[in-house]
């Protein structure tokens, strides 16, 4: 067998983990470079296959697809990252005002018997206005932190999962600007 699926056993953490974020291109407007979605199931589709040189050009063949269920995303934070010679370095983070609660379920082991405290004082605080204003001076990455909407899967999960997604296009202040557009709001 191929080698490359070794080993065969299950994975140890259900989400997967982005190694890698496209280039980044300035002269472009800002974008999300990444989504998260879970998988729905398998089926086949049929296809014609256009490779010069193989026995099966132009002809039908059937193929193994994956089917996701890709809910809208809920942007929830923003984070700013500095390039230094040992790699990212953080500047800091800015949250939304308001979270869900499957996204604060992720802060917790056992939502239930917790007392739901976090982020009720972080809009209190607002000093988050100067993280801001540095993220726009010096970070050369920004990354956007979501949550998936797991209430809206057929899954009986309620803990939402949280990522940080690259935004590409445009300089530091545009990309913060962009982010902040989409605080609280569902990205399809």
């Known amino acids: 067998g191929h080698l490359g699926f070794l080993p065969k056993k299950r994975c140890r953490k259900a989400k997967g983990k982005i190694k890698a974020f496209p280039k980044d291109d300035a002269s ?30 132009n002809k039908d063949i059937v193929e193994a697809v994956t089917v ?12 700013g990252y500095v390039d230094t010679a040992r790699g990212l370095r953080s ?9 869900s609660e499957e996204a604060r379920r992720r802060f917790y082991k ?7 405290k976090a982020f009720t004082k972080y809009a209190e605080k ?4 100067e993280t801001l204003e ?5 970070a050369t990455v920004v990354r956007v ?17 949280i990522a ?7 300089d530091a202040a545009a990309k913060v600007e962009f982010a902040q557009s989409k605080f609280e709001k569902p990205i399809a």
């Open 91 to 99: 500047l800091g983070a800015v949250w939304a005002e308001h979270l």
């Open 126 to 129: 607002a000093a988050y206005a």
């Open 164 to 170: 940080e997604i690259q935004v590409n296009g445009g």
């Open 28 to 57: 472009a407007a800002p974008h999300f470079t990444a989504f998260l979605a879970y998988k729905a199931g398998m089926t086949h589709i049929q296809r014609e296959l256009k490779r010069p040189g193989s026995d099966a050009h």
């Open 134 to 138: 540095k993220i726009k001076k010096y």
């Open 110 to 116: 056992n939502w239930t018997a917790s007392k739901k």
């Open 68 to 79: 996701l269920d890709a809910p809208p995303m809920v942007a929830v934070g923003l984070v």
């Open 145 to 161: 932190i979501v949550h998936t909407q797991v209430s809206k899967t057929p899954l009986p999960q309620k803990k939402a999962h």
